[in-house]
């Protein structure tokens, strides 16, 4: 039977290797069901949100994980949030045709940008490679090279039900050890991180789709010392709400709010995440820039 809504973490116990495997299923039913994405935006999009579970699992952070795709392509804009409770969602947005899988004809070039927030606003990093590449795992697997200088490889799947993902990556070998012992070491582990790559490299999209972490495990590495942890669950949340939408409709200001409110009847605010409807009367809009005015007056200020 399939686990879905899970990450979980391995390690071989005898090789410097760790690694991570993601199923969405729920979570990413619930990202897509508001959006009419075409066929190829939406593969992307799941290899994406897996990609992106994949690379926030590696990280220490207590936040926000942001990946953006910008290009000037058919796909000019994808966006992927994950936070470190493992909370998932994405938009991706597109114009004309969008048919060829290729993501650097998809996107036309451009970069991949990831940025980790803290939520206390503590710490930001951020990190930028460029969008080359047929597939999108060839562009994780170079930014894991130039911000991590880890060999990372990816395997990324989605299909209209589910999302998945393989990560494996070599840990250093030989620290502390003196320079003989290091260069053999090393030299061991790069044996070992071809041996793992090489049976990885067997594994079929539909296989890491559709098959249980323990499943994808046994059939890849039946020889190897394999440690599976227990899975961690991860589940679809937008973040969007009331409190939010009326920051964004005080940042317009009351005179551009109003003009929308007398042309159109109503101001509606709809989310880019969820799909989401917030809907603003006349009596909404008076209140809500009347709190605003008594937030900002002198006496409030005293």
């Known amino acids: 039977m399939h686990d879905g809504d899970t990450l979980q973490r ?27 994405y075409p066929a190829v935006i939406r593969d992307t999009l799941g290899e994406a949100a897996a990609a992106t579970m994949l690379l926030g ?67 930001r990093y951020q990190g930028i490679v460029p969008l080359s590449g047929a597939r999108l795992a060839n562009c994780f697997e170079d930014y894991f090279a130039r911000s991590e200088q880890l ?35 090393v030299s061991e582990g790069d044996e070992d991180w071809n041996r793992v790559l090489h049976l990885a490299a067997t594994l079929s999209q539909d296989e890491l789709a559709t098959l249980p972490a323990g499943e994808v495990l046994r059939r890849l590495f039946h020889e190897e010392d394999v440690r599976l942890f227990e899975p961690d669950p991860v589940f679809f ?33 709809r989310c880019e995440f969820c799909n989401r409807a917030w809907q603003y009367d006349a009596v909404d809009v008076a209140a809500l820039f009347a709190e605003s005015d008594s937030l900002t007056s002198p006496r409030a200020l005293q």
């Open 237 to 269: 949340q937008c973040t969007c709400s009331r409190e939010r939408v009326n920051g964004i409709l005080r940042s317009l200001g009351a005179r551009e709010v109003n003009e929308l409110l007398a042309e159109r009847g109503n101001v509606e605010v």
């Open 10 to 36: 391995f390690v071989f116990e005898r090789f410097p290797v760790r690694g991570y495997i993601v199923h969405l299923d729920a979570s990413w039913r619930a990202l897509t069901e508001h959006h009419a």
């Open 151 to 185: 060999p990372t490889r990816l395997w990324l799947a989605a299909t209209p039900e589910r999302a998945a993902g393989l990560l494996l990556q070599r840990l250093p070998s030989g620290a502390g050890a003196s320079t003989e012992e290091t260069a053999h070491a």
């Open 57 to 123: 699992a590696t990280i220490k952070f207590e936040g926000l994980l942001t990946l953006q795709l910008q290009g000037p392509g058919p796909m000019h804009l994808l966006v992927v949030q994950a936070s470190h409770r493992h909370a998932l969602r994405g938009v991706a947005r597109w114009r004309g045709e969008a048919g060829d899988p290729n993501l650097e004809a998809l996107t036309g070039g451009g970069q991949v940008t990831v940025t980790v927030e803290n939520s206390d606003h503590s710490s």
